[in-house]
Protein backbone atom coordinates (compact mmCIF):
# COMPACT_ATOMS: atom_id res chain seq x y z
CA UNK A 1 0.00 0.00 0.00
CA UNK A 2 1.42 3.28 -0.82
CA UNK A 3 2.11 5.76 1.79
CA UNK A 4 1.63 9.61 1.46
CA UNK A 5 5.27 10.14 1.81
CA UNK A 6 6.00 7.54 -1.13
CA UNK A 7 3.81 9.28 -3.52
CA UNK A 8 5.50 11.10 -6.47
CA UNK A 9 3.03 14.41 -8.23
CA UNK A 10 4.16 15.95 -11.14
CA UNK A 11 3.15 19.45 -11.79
CA UNK A 12 3.14 20.50 -15.29
CA UNK A 13 2.29 24.46 -15.00
CA UNK A 14 3.87 27.49 -16.43
CA UNK A 15 2.49 30.10 -13.80
CA UNK A 16 5.45 29.95 -11.53
CA UNK A 17 3.07 31.46 -8.82
CA UNK A 18 0.51 28.78 -8.89
CA UNK A 19 3.37 26.25 -9.38
CA UNK A 20 5.41 26.92 -6.40
CA UNK A 21 1.62 27.65 -4.45
CA UNK A 22 0.85 23.78 -5.45
CA UNK A 23 4.47 22.22 -4.43
CA UNK A 24 4.23 24.18 -1.03
CA UNK A 25 0.56 23.15 -0.51
CA UNK A 26 1.18 19.31 -1.50
CA UNK A 27 4.79 18.85 0.01
CA UNK A 28 3.42 20.25 3.32
CA UNK A 29 0.74 17.44 3.03
CA UNK A 30 4.01 14.82 2.84
CA UNK A 31 3.97 14.45 -0.85
CA UNK A 32 7.19 14.27 -3.29
CA UNK A 33 6.70 17.01 -5.84
CA UNK A 34 8.23 17.49 -8.94
CA UNK A 35 7.88 19.93 -11.42
CA UNK A 36 7.87 20.54 -15.58
CA UNK A 37 7.70 24.16 -16.32
CA UNK A 38 5.87 23.30 -19.86
CA UNK A 39 4.49 20.52 -21.99
CA UNK A 40 8.10 19.13 -23.19
CA UNK A 41 9.39 19.35 -19.67
CA UNK A 42 6.71 17.68 -17.80
CA UNK A 43 6.86 15.21 -20.24
CA UNK A 44 10.23 14.20 -19.78
CA UNK A 45 9.87 14.34 -16.06
CA UNK A 46 7.08 12.33 -16.28
CA UNK A 47 9.14 9.42 -18.41
CA UNK A 48 12.27 10.00 -15.95
CA UNK A 49 10.79 9.52 -12.84
CA UNK A 50 7.22 8.00 -13.21
CA UNK A 51 4.79 9.72 -10.88
CA UNK A 52 1.57 8.75 -9.38
CA UNK A 53 -0.76 11.20 -10.22
CA UNK A 54 0.10 14.69 -12.39
CA UNK A 55 -1.62 18.04 -12.07
CA UNK A 56 -1.50 19.27 -15.49
CA UNK A 57 -2.14 23.07 -17.28
CA UNK A 58 -3.67 22.79 -20.71
CA UNK A 59 -2.21 26.48 -21.80
CA UNK A 60 1.29 25.99 -22.04
CA UNK A 61 4.17 26.74 -24.00
CA UNK A 62 5.31 24.54 -26.61
CA UNK A 63 3.52 20.86 -26.41
CA UNK A 64 -0.02 22.08 -25.11
CA UNK A 65 -2.02 20.11 -22.55
CA UNK A 66 -4.05 17.69 -24.56
CA UNK A 67 -1.11 17.24 -26.75
CA UNK A 68 0.73 16.32 -22.90
CA UNK A 69 -2.35 13.93 -22.02
CA UNK A 70 -2.73 12.37 -25.18
CA UNK A 71 0.76 10.99 -24.65
CA UNK A 72 0.85 10.41 -21.20
CA UNK A 73 -2.60 8.38 -22.14
CA UNK A 74 -0.82 4.83 -22.28
CA UNK A 75 0.96 5.66 -19.17
CA UNK A 76 -2.21 5.24 -17.12
CA UNK A 77 -1.24 7.52 -14.87
CA UNK A 78 -3.73 9.25 -13.44
CA UNK A 79 -4.21 13.22 -14.49
CA UNK A 80 -6.28 16.18 -12.85
CA UNK A 81 -6.61 19.14 -15.44
CA UNK A 82 -6.02 23.03 -13.86
CA UNK A 83 -6.56 25.28 -16.60
CA UNK A 84 -8.45 28.54 -17.19
CA UNK A 85 -10.21 27.23 -19.65
CA UNK A 86 -13.23 25.70 -18.89
CA UNK A 87 -16.02 25.06 -21.62
CA UNK A 88 -17.73 22.33 -21.95
CA UNK A 89 -15.81 21.11 -25.26
CA UNK A 90 -12.57 21.68 -23.48
CA UNK A 91 -13.69 19.85 -20.40
CA UNK A 92 -15.16 16.63 -22.54
CA UNK A 93 -12.04 16.73 -24.80
CA UNK A 94 -9.97 16.82 -21.93
CA UNK A 95 -11.74 13.86 -20.20
CA UNK A 96 -11.92 12.16 -23.47
CA UNK A 97 -8.08 12.17 -23.20
CA UNK A 98 -7.79 10.54 -20.11
CA UNK A 99 -8.07 13.36 -17.66
CA UNK A 100 -9.50 11.75 -13.98
CA UNK A 101 -10.52 15.24 -13.08
CA UNK A 102 -10.66 18.96 -14.71
CA UNK A 103 -10.79 21.87 -12.15
CA UNK A 104 -11.30 25.30 -13.71
CA UNK A 105 -8.28 27.95 -11.85
CA UNK A 106 -11.05 30.50 -11.07
CA UNK A 107 -13.28 28.59 -9.55
CA UNK A 108 -10.95 26.31 -7.36
CA UNK A 109 -8.96 27.49 -3.90
CA UNK A 110 -5.20 25.37 -3.85
CA UNK A 111 -6.62 24.08 -0.94
CA UNK A 112 -9.27 22.54 -3.08
CA UNK A 113 -6.98 21.66 -5.73
CA UNK A 114 -4.81 18.95 -2.91
CA UNK A 115 -8.34 18.08 -1.86
CA UNK A 116 -9.42 16.64 -5.10
CA UNK A 117 -5.49 15.49 -5.28
CA UNK A 118 -6.29 13.01 -2.17
CA UNK A 119 -9.83 12.11 -3.69
CA UNK A 120 -7.99 10.91 -7.13
CA UNK A 121 -5.31 9.53 -5.27
CA UNK A 122 -7.45 7.17 -3.08
CA UNK A 123 -9.72 6.48 -6.29
CA UNK A 124 -6.73 5.56 -8.51
CA UNK A 125 -4.82 2.99 -6.01
CA UNK A 126 -7.23 2.14 -3.14
CA UNK A 127 -10.17 1.31 -5.22
CA UNK A 128 -8.05 -1.30 -7.52
Keep these: ?8 ILIIE ?19 VFI ?31 EVLSRLRDEKIPVIVVSNLGSPEDIERAKSLGAKDFLVKAHNTPNEIVERVKKVLEDSYLAR
Design 14 to 32: DDKFLRDLLVGKLEKEGYK
Design 36 to 66: GEDGLKGLAAARETPPHLVLLDLVLPGLNGF
Design 1 to 8: MLKRGDIK
